[in-house]
């Protein structure tokens, strides 16, 4: 069997890691419906779990997101009752924030058929190239919360639009909507007889 170039390696993890992110995404979804979160904060709730107690301000940078849209998502948790913020026994003026058990009770059987599967597969590789596995996507969560705080400080593209010069179809939709409302166009008016006439040409047939 002919080895792969470079290039084809490189190609084949580029769609594994697409599809894997986009089938984690998928699962998310499935999951936070389910315990009744959203997916972000339900993957704020794992990293938290993972990182253990910690500040809001170190979860928001562990997450890549701002420490205003992390401290949205906390209150979320804490209303789920997934989480809860707690003064810092060893410096009063600190507040942490941590998982609660329940966390583990009501969400964690909703992942054991996958963790099952997965621990299955790892069983076909030895210990190097696990590590070597866990030592790519280590560095690989990095660049991608580092990208997800660069996400964070960009525009939406609805805004950018708008910032622009109307589109010709825009113009006539901002046309229609700033006539009277209760006032009929000519056109409308007979497409409105035409298919009037034809629904009873329709009726005389049958």
Known sequence: ?????????????????????????LMSDAVSRLVGLNSTDLECLDLLLLSGVTTAGQLAAHCGLTTGAMTAVIDRLERAGFARRRRDLTDRRRVLVEALPRCMHEIGPLYRPIMRATNALH??????????????????????????????????????????????????????????????????????????????????RR
Request: proline residues 3%; glycine residues 4%; aromatic residues 6%.
């Open 1 to 25: 069997m002919q080895r792969k170039t470079r290039q084809e390696i490189l190609k084949d993890l580029n769609e594994a890691i697409r599809k894997v992110g986009a089938q984690s995404v």
């Open 123 to 204: 069983d076909e590789y030895d210990d190097k190239q696990l590590a070597l596995v866990a030592e790519y996507l280590s560095r690989a969560f990095g660049l991608a919360a580092e990208h997800v705080n660069w996400l964070q400080t960009q525009p939406p593209l609805s805004r950018k639009r708008r910032a622009g010069s109307p589109t010709k179809g825009a113009r006539a939709a901002a046309s229609v909507k700033t006539g009277s409302a209760t006032a009929e166009t000519s056109t409308q008016k007979t497409w409105k007889r035409t298919a009037s006439a034809e629904f009873d040409r329709s009726r005389a």
